[in-house]
């Protein structure tokens, strides 16, 4: 089935429900909007009558506009009855066309009885949100510190990974676990005996070091022996005298596999050292400390889940006194609303006739369940995985492509699940494939490079569809795709060995030598939406791209900015790092912290320490002692 076919399609069966795939520039959009307006145009449904769900706020501000533009489209070339497109425009502004997130919060203030909800709730800013978050965390932290429960008092003998906390780990998990706190069943815990683990694994480790001794002392084999001998003594020597500390020995048997050297090079031995049964032996307390390792995790994990619950319960009672919700609470309320409440639900599957989903990808669990239950065809199935829905209700468009992000719990297993489950239904899937964006070169490059790997051997992995050009191949001019060589591939030694620091470092400057070339001497041009005619390439038709901002400390961009500055070309930097490390972007966000919060009294002082005010450390203290606190809406009473 050609593109043409698929989109005529869009446009005239509505009693079908349509899965759209497609890439981006492929307008599925665009079609989209366009059955919207032919649904309206045949007087099927009115604009109040429908849901349109989008990702973002800025999207659903777009979904608008290009609906109204259609509309008047229509508006100019229709030839039968306009009524139904004049009455729809008025309705634009109040259409429910937006993000699931304001979706759920109307529902709830529409029923904000039935979902036991203060109808004047509010939805906290993510500033908001993050400082009821972290003032219910530090609390139950500092308690924990004091009182520590068995599992806390475990994972803070961990060794934590390079350049973090075991109190930003410990924050990063209670994060997690609220924002998946829709699935609030107790996790499983298997049996494990972790004194007898320990114990065995200790006894075993003594067992194998001791054939350091037999060793070639040079041997890379023997110097790993060392190793296990070293850790074996140190037990022995913080065991004297002392009952043996299982929290410590199962956090340092957890950390020796990754600070031990396991290498099995060498083949210099003594007398009686048989290399390959000492080799099975060691390998095999190898796989038994990885294996104890695992088990421990599984284990303190779920003693974790229990202690953070406390803290989770606490941040619940925040919410509720600030009378505040955050992104989560809407779609947890607005799921049980739909689901619990069977005369609200069926209300709503009366009331909307037609519900639309653009980047469809992107949905997660809670989303999912509420679009299929207001798109089911009874009041009666309360389990989204079981509903039938209305035929043609639904129409999702998405990139399975794209799920690979996991913006907000997305998951492409999820998407192939509801897609699976909608066509069982008797919805279809279709393909759009003809790209309206990139030209034919970079199109036939992607599909070379993609078409073989990604094949869906499960339901992890999308599939990939190749994807077609509507523009045609330029039989002269500029090349459409460049590969840049590597400037200066070598070491600086000037040995001739290729590295890839050297390679990574040469980047910057070879791009910008280029981008330099392109703009002042290389005479192509280029063709814009708003001009049939071309352009000369100016500095705004090139975009630098880069697969991460920041390796380890290094903000990846700035070689790149610098090389651009060193070179007089224009630039705008998006999404960099570097951006609020500079000293007048902090000052100002300590202002508005400060302006927003002024119980916080570190943004205060740094505002008024900092470049904005710049009083003096002296000046501070004595207002302090004087007045008692720094607050910015009280310093004219002194």
Partial sequence: MNDATIRQRILTEFDKTFVVEAAAGTGKTTSLVRRIVALLERGIT?????????????AAGELKLRLRGEIEIRLLEATSSKVPLLAALPQLEEARIGTIHSLCSDLLREHPVEAVLDPRFEVAADGAQQRLFTQAFERWFAGELEHPSPGIRRYLRRVQPRNMTTRRQLLRAAATLAEWRDFGAAWRQDPFDRAARVDGLVDEARAVGAFAALGYPGDYLTRSLQDIERFCHDVDRKELGRARDYDGLEADLAHLLSRMWWNNGGWKTRHGFDRTAVLRQRDKLKENLAAFGRDADAHLAVELQRDLQKMLFDYENLKEKAGVVDFQDLLIRARDLVRDEAKVRGRLQERYTHLFVDEFQDTDPLQAEVLLLLSASTAEETDWRKVRTVPGKLFLVGDPKQSIYRFRRADVTLYESI?????????????????????????????????????AQSAAQARYVPMFSHRTQADEGPPRIVALPVPRPYREDGKQIITHKAMEASYPDGVAAFIEWLLTRSGWTVTERDHPEPVPVKARHVCLLFKRFRQLQDDLTQPYVQALEARQIGHILVGGTSFHLREEVGAIRNALAAVEWPDDELSVFATLRGPLFGILDSDLLAWKEQNGALHPYRLGEA
Avoid: Y
């Avoid at 009115?46 to 800025?58: G, K, P």
């Avoid at 919805?427 to 790997?453: D, I, K, M, T, Y």
């Fill in 46 to 58: 009115t604009l109040d009558r429908m849901i349109a769900v989008t990702f973002t706020e800025s």
């Fill in 419 to 455: 897609k699976q489950q909608l066509l069982a239904d008797g919805a279809e899937a279709l393909h759009l494939q003809v790209s309206f964006r990139a030209v034919p070169e970079l199109q036939e490059v992607v599909n070379a490079a993609f078409g073989e790997r990604m094949e």
